[in-house]
């Protein structure tokens, strides 16, 4: 989680300021949603794990202190929850298996997957060696067979190493 | 004094006493908000601060108005609905921005205005009792023999028939509810104060479920007062 976390660092926040629009029973409505200027987090070009720390930014506004604060630990989390969910996924479409859920990795990746930041940080860089050759899509996912193998080969070590 | 006289009443003027208006202590809130406030950026913030949006609404500010000028006054949900009614929200300007930074409120201006000065008795007439009710629906009968205690509050309000036939709590609540709330709404005890209105429900309730006999003789002193057919405005309660 460190270098998820570590991206998180030069995030900004919006200011807090805000337009009131009268509706139609004549009171005024504000979102916090939607601030005039709207901080937009801007990801490292070609680094991945930088685009998708940033499609995880959220910010909220404290009314408290009346302005936007964020939450570094919980965006980093967000990340790190979808690098699971995308290895789950990976392993899904990538298995020989005719039902691939009902396979001995998948449920180990869905259940039984550590989750402390020792394991996280093996699994980033996973991540990291197969994610740029796949797509989103079925056939992107297809595309680069060697990378696929060795991704399953590592996953499966890691799973009987943990099992152990 | 006797022990069912209604002071109240008795003080009243003439024209009072002939016209029966319903006493409210909601009239007296209403009366201690200023007819038309300016809302600032010092206002607007504390009024959204306990909310999740920035939305601001006349409940809202009206609920957070009746806490300014009326301490202590601790409206129920339905008697702040009904003092929102008093008011209008009234918005100058094209664009409001609101600058949390600046601590400003810029581009227009927001104004609280009271529309009605004094409640309409219908809209009273309608809440009459209410908050007593919902005391009495959401309460737990925790001790022993509040079934007989039911039986015997359905015998005193009369026309509870179902009620008294029937063995269920739930059955018997609701009669006894429903017969309150057709006493209220038709007027039949001729009850002329809100929070009067209020304490039947509280009583019943306090000793149904805890067998307060305090609030069963309060309750009983009311219904004897009912039978001289006069409007009432105050009695004499027991502690």
């Known amino acids: 989680m460190t270098k998820l976390l570590a991206l998180t660092q030069d995030f900004g926040v919006s200011r807090p300021i805000f337009a009131l629009y009268l509706n139609d029973h004549g009171e005024l409505e504000g979102s916090t949603r939607n601030p005039i200027y709207k901080y937009e ?6 680094d991945i794990l930088s685009e998708l720390v940033c499609e995880c930014y959220y910010e909220d506004f404290d009314h408290r202190c009346s302005e936007f604060v964020i939450i570094r630990r919980d965006i980093a989390s967000k990340a790190m929850a979808k690098i699971r969910a995308q290895t789950k996924d990976f392993v899904e479409k990538n298995s020989d298996m005719k039902s691939p859920r009902q396979g001995k990795l998948y449920r180990w990746i869905a259940r039984s997957m550590p989750t402390n930041d020792e394991f996280n940080d093996t699994l980033i860089m996973l991540y990291l060696y197969w994610k740029p050759h796949t797509g989103t899509s079925m056939a992107g996912l297809r595309s680069s067979q060697k990378h696929i193998e060795n991704t399953m080969a590592i996953l499966t070590a890691m799973m009987e190493k943990h099992e152990q | 004094m006797g022990v069912f006289d209604d002071k109240k009443f008795e003080d009243l003027d003439w024209i009072s006493q002939a016209t029966e208006p319903i006493n409210s202590r909601l009239n007296d809130v ?14 607007y913030r504390r009024v959204v601060s306990n909310g999740y949006d920035l939305d601001l609404s006349i409940q809202k500010i009206v609920s957070y ?8 006054a601790n409206l129920a949900h339905e008697e702040l609905g009904v ?6 929200l009234q918005i100058t300007g094209e ?20 529309i009605n000065t004094t409640m309409d008795e219908k809209v009273l007439q309608s809440i009459m009792g209410k908050d007593g009710l919902d005391g009495l629906i959401y309460c737990s009968m925790e001790t022993d023999g509040y079934l007989n205690r039911m039986n015997e509050i359905m015998e005193l309000l009369g026309k509870c028939d179902d009620g008294l036939k029937s063995r269920s709590e739930r059955s018997k609540r609701r009669q006894i509810v429903s017969r309150l709330h057709t006493i209220f709404s038709k007027n039949e005890w001729k009850i002329r104060d809100t929070e009067l209105a209020n304490k039947v429900g509280f009583w019943v309730k306090d000793y149904v479920c805890n067998g307060n006999l305090a609030s069963f003789s309060n309750f ?20």
């Open chain 2, 220 to 239: 009983c002193r009311l219904k004897v007062m009912t039978h001289k057919d006069q409007p009432i405005y105050s009695m004499e309660e027991i502690e």
């Open chain 1, 41 to 46: 987090p801007t990801p490292i070009e070609g």
């Open chain 2, 30 to 43: 209403l009366q201690s908000i200023p007819d038309s406030i300016t809302i600032d950026f010092e206002i």
């Open chain 2, 95 to 114: 664009k409001l921005i609101v600058n949390f930074e600046d601590n400003t409120i810029s581009g227009g201006e927001i104004k609280l205005v009271k």
């Open chain 2, 83 to 88: 003092v929102d009614r008093c008011f209008e």
């Open chain 2, 65 to 72: 108005m009746v806490e300014q000028y009326s301490k202590g």
